[in-house]
């Protein structure tokens, strides 16, 4: 199966700097990244994907970026806001016969006020 | 709120004990997956239910079971508890089989003694 590893496992940044979430994956058949954000106590959350078939996609401050050849992909938070701090997870799968997931094991995120 | 709610949203059992965890699927949402989230790590997959029917497993015991009723609400049963059980045990629901479109709901955390 896939098999999805995440850096770093904690991030501070202070307000208003970038922070940048990387992921690699083992399956070079996987084609769909999705990005979850967890407050604490809270369901995670979709904030963005992607498909294989697209190298980055932006939504407004957040944008995913996926190099293929590589096998990795990262998000990358601009401007950040301390609503922005929660565990954010990424995942990868094959779409075609997918019933499941497969999830990083997680960043915690600290925006410093 | 039409989104998808779990029940209890906590719950302490001791180790031998059964437990049933209960999901409300979405509206519209046909299919519920099951995923266990052990402190620090991200979510793993347990298994899908479409349409009444298991539909995919992941790495976990027989003493894992579930069920979907026709109103495609689900249950997790867990037998003979350990206490590696303990974990928020997250439920997911989607229309058909896609994986993305995922809505968790907030996770039931289960705590064994």
């Known amino acids: 199966g896939e098999n999805v590893e995440q850096h770093p496992s904690t991030l501070s940044v202070q307000e208003g700097d970038s922070a940048v979430i990387k992921c690699t994956y083992s399956?070079?058949?996987?084609?769909?990244f999705p990005w979850y954000k967890q407050e604490l106590g809270k369901r995670p959350q979709l904030i963005i994907d992607?498909?294989?078939?697209?190298g980055e996609k932006k939504d407004q401050r957040i944008a995913v970026t996926l190099n293929k050849t590589a096998k990795h992909f990262s998000l990358h938070i601009t401007e950040t806001q301390p609503e922005d701090s929660a565990v954010y997870f990424c995942?990868?799968?094959?779409?075609?016969?997918?019933?499941?997931?497969?999830f990083g094991t997680g960043t915690r995120l600290t925006v410093i006020p | 709120e039409t989104g998808v709610t779990q029940s209890p949203t906590h719950l302490i059992k001791t180790r031998g004990q059964q437990v049933t965890l209960r999901c409300s699927s979405q509206?519209?949402?046909?299919?519920v997956s099951w995923y266990q989230q052990a402190l620090g790590q991200g979510p793993q997959f347990i298994f899908q239910?479409?349409?009444?029917?298991?539909?995919g497993r992941g790495n976990f015991p027989p003493r894992f079971s579930g069920l979907q009723f026709p109103n495609y609400s689900s249950e997790l049963n867990v037998n003979a508890l350990e206490l590696d059980d303990s974990a928020l045990y997250l439920c997911?629901?989607?229309?058909?089989?896609?994986?993305?479109?995922?809505?968790f709901g907030s996770g039931t955390r289960l705590t064994v003694v």
């Open positions: 997911a629901s989607s229309a058909g089989q896609e994986i993305y479109g995922y809505t």
């Open positions: 399956d070079s058949a996987s084609n769909y």
């Open positions: 992607i498909r294989s078939n697209v």
């Open positions: 995942a990868a799968v094959k779409m075609a016969g997918a019933n499941n997931l497969f």
């Open positions: 509206s519209g949402h046909n299919t």
């Open positions: 239910y479409y349409r009444e029917e298991e539909n």
